[in-house]
């Protein structure tokens, strides 16, 4: 079963216009991550949050936790091209193992028109 | 990347046949998994390892068995392909001292 789930599905946006995408998860978490997809590679860490932060950055990157309501976002600030791709949010439940398993959520498609 | 690697890369094969596809890494991280990823499902979890010959079932293990008898190399193995198996494959690992995943290029498989 997902634990993750982004929403939207897709997004377009026009270069320069900033993107944001949600993801909710339903137990709780040690952390929650976010990844890049590009067509036809691997997926690529973009940044972590853990349970006890609300809010982290990384450069044109801002994701926000709010564990009460079991949610998180990621905001990309002034867009480009460049960031076309599917972005996947993937929890690490508090299970109390040390197994490092994530779950991963469905995804966003995020395009960014030039 | 950490040096991940699978192969092969494509593969077509046949309903019934065997299939093993190959994940090498190069930087002696402890923990690697195999996903499976299909349109409408995102990232699911079939295997995981945490030690040479230490690995444990994940979300979709039916249908599906590893070895890993080397810290580099974990092996995904469809006994019997079927055309449900028909899928892209990434294997990961998490980088020792961190809480992140690393993913190989993908395995894209074809099961006629």
């Known amino acids: 079963s997902q634990q993750g789930e982004e929403d939207p599905q897709a997004l377009s946006i026009q270069e320069g216009e900033n993107a944001t995408m949600n993801c909710s998860y339903k137990?709780?978490?040690?952390?929650l991550q976010w990844y890049r997809q590009n067509s036809g590679r691997g997926l690529v860490h973009l940044i972590l949050?853990?349970?006890?932060?609300r809010e982290k950055h990384s450069g044109r990157l801002r994701v926000t936790l709010d564990t009460s309501k079991k949610s998180s976002s990621l905001l990309i600030t002034a867009s480009r091209a460049a960031d076309t791709a599917s972005y996947f949010c993937?929890?690490?439940?508090?299970?109390?193992?040390?197994?490092?398993?994530?779950?991963f959520g469905k995804g966003t498609l995020l395009t960014v028109n030039p | 990347d950490a040096g991940i690697t699978q192969s092969p890369r494509h593969k077509v094969t046949e309903t019934g046949t065997p299939v093993t596809l190959r994940c090498h890494q190069t930087?002696?991280?402890?923990?690697m998994y195999w996903y499976r990823q299909d349109p409408g499902h995102g990232l699911r979890l079939i295997h995981y390892?945490?030690?040479?010959?230490?690995?444990d079932k994940g979300e979709v293990s039916d249908g599906y068995s590893v070895s890993r008898s080397k810290t580099e190399d974990f092996l995904l193995t469809l006994e019997s392909a079927t055309s449900s198996q028909t899928s892209v494959y990434f294997c990961?690992?998490?980088?020792?001292?961190?809480?992140?995943?690393?993913f190989g290029p993908g395995t894209r498989l074809t099961v006629l």
């Open positions: 993937a929890t690490d439940a508090n299970s109390g193992g040390s197994n490092y398993k994530l779950t």
């Open positions: 930087e002696n991280h402890r923990y």
């Open positions: 390892s945490y030690g040479v010959k230490d690995t």
């Open positions: 990961a690992i998490t980088r020792t001292g961190t809480d992140t995943q690393y």
């Open positions: 949050i853990r349970s006890n932060e």
């Open positions: 137990t709780s978490i040690n952390n």
